[in-house]
């Protein structure tokens, strides 16, 4: 079995996906086998991965941060890298997706009681991560002081005392309260999760990092824990996928450039990072808009994205009059488009015949595509190679949907995916929906797209610039972390 190290954070959203892509791309360099491993995620953006001995089913679902680790190392992303993965579909509710597959649906009270079964299938994907490398580091979720779900826990100290995996403890220095935070969790923790942890690292730092040292020296004081460094603000995560959309409540509009891209942001908004590319471009500010508020007058496109609720977040686009301004906006001659749950919501009719969404069985569309969709119990997952039909360049993606959408728009589709018409455009070209995900990830595409709608130069490698940041980032942690000590500690 392969030596592992385990990086717990003291609450959500304290950047342990960054710090583990950035620690397995460090120790990659070094020139070692490294995989990524998260026992339990909780995400609607979601990746498709290889499911290792299946050449039929065309691939399952991870957490997007476990591909871009997998990215990191160097290797092709595996289901094994998180065996469960929830998604929300409701306030208590989530699909449970366990090595890729759909397992079933939980209310989060049956989920607690669900755990004990799901360990037995982290254990056996723990065992094929391991199987041919030298280093696996793990990335927990949430914080292992929840103590009140400890005796099931599968995703933290439940794993690593069960793994016996030693623990990287990460506090987030920039939301305040960090000494307490790490302390605290010191404190409340059971001696035998305690004795998991080898020290710790502080996250997030903005300016002079000699101003904390009476903070560290207090933090050891109260834990006589180690620490092995203090990570300035690491800019370079702002170029990588986000996976939480915890982030999108951070997400403020750039300064003003060419085009501006709108986004509302859905209830259960899904793989969202669909947008990064478009971020990526120097001509290009994309927009997250909160429910509440309008979609801005001046957008030359907006982009409805992925959801895991298309029947439930149409409801609420309509609550917040986002019906309305997406009307005026085609009015004024502006481009939409819609992907996977975007491009549902775009036709005359969504109707779930068999509620699998939930007890609302049918809703009417935004009407800007002529088309209808029906939900099939039957889930596509796959990665696609296809080709964009209005702008004839290669595309790369994946399609992870339910249903399945006709009518007369569709004799237009935007790409050929696989040999097969996918999606649909308007008879002016200037509403265009589509199944597959990952759509401006191509260079070629995302430039003719972005020369459509009056904008010159685009066309950034994006995938380079993904691996740039991923190197800067590993940079950043060598120079701030004491790496070897790290690495070290693996057993």
């Not at 957490?63 to 990191?72: D, P």
């Not at 190392?73 to 998604?87: A, R």
């Not at 915890?246 to 669909?274: M, Q, T």
């Amino acid at each position: 079995m392969a030596r592992a190290i385990m990086l717990q954070g003291t609450g959500s959203d304290v950047g342990k996906t960054v710090l583990v892509a950035g620690l397995c791309r460090a120790a990659k360099k070094r020139g070692l086998k490294v995989r990524p491993f998260k026992p339990q995620n909780m995400s609607n953006n979601a990746a498709v991965a290889d499911i290792p001995g299946d050449n039929h089913h065309g691939g399952g679902e991870i957490g997007r941060a476990q591909w871009l680790q997998a990215i990191a190392c160097g290797v092709v992303p595996s289901v094994h890298m998180n065996p469960v993965l929830l998604k929300p579909q409701t306030d208590v509710g989530a699909q449970v997706i366990v090595q890729g597959k759909v397992f079933g649906e939980a209310r989060a009270r049956d989920y607690q009681a669900l755990k004990g079964r799901l360990m037995d299938a982290v254990l056996d994907s723990w065992g094929k991560v391991g199987e041919d490398a030298d280093l696996v580091i793990v990335e927990g979720a949430g914080s292992p002081a929840e103590i009140n779900l400890r005796s099931r826990d599968i995703a933290n100290m439940g794993f690593a005392t069960r793994a016996d995996v030693p623990v990287v403890l990460v506090g987030d220095i920039d939301r305040g309260g960090v000494i307490a935070s790490v302390a605290g969790t010191h404190l409340i923790l059971p001696e035998e999760d305690r004795r998991m942890i080898v020290g710790y690292l502080i996250n997030k730092f903005r300016g002079d990092v000699s101003l904390f040292d009476d903070g560290l020296k207090a933090i050891e004081k109260f834990t006589g824990w180690r620490c092995f460094g203090v990570v300035p603000w690491l800019k370079a995560a702002a170029r990588l996928p986000s996976e939480d959309s915890v982030v999108l409540e951070r997400l403020a509009s750039g300064e003003a450039r060419a085009l501006k891209v709108a986004v509302p942001v859905l209830g259960r908004i899904a793989n969202f990072d669909d947008l990064d590319p478009l971020k990526a471009e120097p001509q290009v500010e994309v927009v997250f808009v909160p429910p509440g508020k309008p979609l801005p007058a001046d957008a030359g496109l907006v982009v409805i994205p992925g959801s895991k609720s298309t029947i439930g977040d149409l409801l609420k686009f309509r609550e917040n009059g986002w019906d309305r301004d997406l009307a005026a906006h085609r009015k004024r001659g502006g481009h939409i488009v819609g992907i996977c749950g975007g491009f549902q919501m775009l036709g005359r009719m969504v109707r779930d015949p068999d509620g699998i969404e939930g007890s609302v069985t049918e809703a009417e569309g935004l009407g800007l595509l002529d088309v209808e969709t029906v939900m099939e119990p039957e889930k596509t997952v796959r990665n696609v190679s296809a080709r964009s039909v209005p702008f004839d360049q290669p595309l790369e993606g994946y399609e992870i949907h339910l249903g399945r959408t006709t009518g007369p728009d569709a004799m237009r589709p935007s790409a050929i995916i696989n040999g097969a018409e996918d999606g649909a455009i308007s008879p002016d070209g200037k509403v265009l929906g589509t199944y597959m995900h990952g759509l401006f990830g191509a260079d070629g595409f995302r430039g003719k797209f972005l020369e459509s709608l009056g904008i010159k130069g685009g066309g950034i490698d994006y995938r380079a610039e993904v691996e740039r940041a991923l190197d800067e980032v590993a940079a950043e942690l060598e120079t701030h972390l004491d790496c070897d000590a790290i690495f070290g500690l693996a057993r």
